[in-house]
């Protein structure tokens, strides 16, 4: 009888923890997201491809490590590749000024078409064009489990976005058909730990994938214009 019990009360609890836990809802997910993210004034972000490739100002891109100050002001440190050399440039943006520091070299402001090719990280982050205003409209939403992320409980999410949305948030990533997201989302505060994107946006269409790490939310950042 004692067993019975035990056993029936244990039962109850597991049911009883069960029945606590709520069904994820992608949609609702990716506005809390929309919203804590538009809220930010500083971010780092890490940016790697691991398929394909994209390419700006004749070098091949590899990786970004940036601090972004919001709205517009961000410090980048862009690896990439000129034939098989591996080399780092770095572009200082600055209340609409971009400064390019070329190895063995001096800070050297970019005007005009040479400025506009290339990537602003920043923008990813602009509340009316980057992740807080595209994140929200995916399609085809679905709840792809619960993860960690440094050490963080993440809800990962995963939703399709249209070529025109991708162009939004950062224009080097061209494409001219659907891409694939995968987003995870901060359980208790909702910010975007981390993002996935695949699909046809590299260098003449090809297939690509990069992963891009978010941390230092509102951390301290220090982005001054250089002398040219």
């Known amino acids: 009888m004692k067993r019975t019990l035990g056993a029936l009360v244990a039962l109850a609890v597991v049911v009883a923890c069960g029945g606590s836990q ?46 972004v100050r919001l709205p517009g002001d ?27 520091h070329l190895p063995f070299s001096t800070y050297q402001e970019m005007t005009g078409s040479q400025a506009a090719a290339i990537p602003d990280l920043a923008k ?9 205003a595209v994140i929200p409209a995916g399609r085809n939403l679905s709840d792809a489990g619960a ?13 399709t976005y ?16 659907d891409v694939k997201a995968v987003v995870w989302v901060g359980v208790s505060d909702h910010l975007i730990r981390k993002a996935q994107l695949d699909g046809a946006f590299g260098d003449g269409g090809k297939e690509a994938a ?13 982005i001054t214009p250089p002398t040219p």
């Open 22 to 67: 709520q069904p994820v809802d992608p949609a609702a997910t990716l506005r809390d997201a929309a919203a804590a993210m538009a809220k930010l004034s500083t971010v780092n972000a890490q940016l790697k491809f691991t398929k394909g490739a994209i390419s700006f100002q004749g070098f091949t891109l590899v990786s970004a490590k940036t601090s």
């Open 74 to 100: 961000s410090d980048t440190i862009y690896t990439v590749k000129e034939q098989d050399l591996a080399i780092s440039l770095e572009v200082v943006i600055v209340s609409g000024h971009v400064y390019l």
């Open 124 to 132: 990813l982050f602009d509340p009316a064009t980057g992740l807080p």
């Open 147 to 159: 993860d960690k992320v440094d050490g963080v409980d993440v809800q990962k999410i995963n939703a």
């Open 162 to 177: 249209s070529a025109d949305q991708l162009n939004s948030m950062f224009a080097q990533l061209s494409s001219t058909v």
């Open 210 to 222: 990069v992963e891009v790490d978010i941390s230092g939310f509102n951390a301290s950042v220090n």
